[in-house]
């Protein structure tokens, strides 16, 4: 008698609303994450 379990996966979406400062660090932070992941590719 096997039975399969069963999983829910709750997601939750936020909208961001960044000051100026923060979205340009933001856009950092993303150009170093992209650039990390490049590097590994290589």
Avoid: D, G, I
């Amino acid at each position: 008698m096997s039975e399969r379990l069963q999983r829910v996966r709750k997601t939750f979406k936020y909208k961001l609303k960044p000051t100026p400062e923060q979205e340009r660090e933001l856009e950092r932070v993303l150009w170093q994450c992209r650039r990390l992941y490049n590097t590994a590719l290589e």
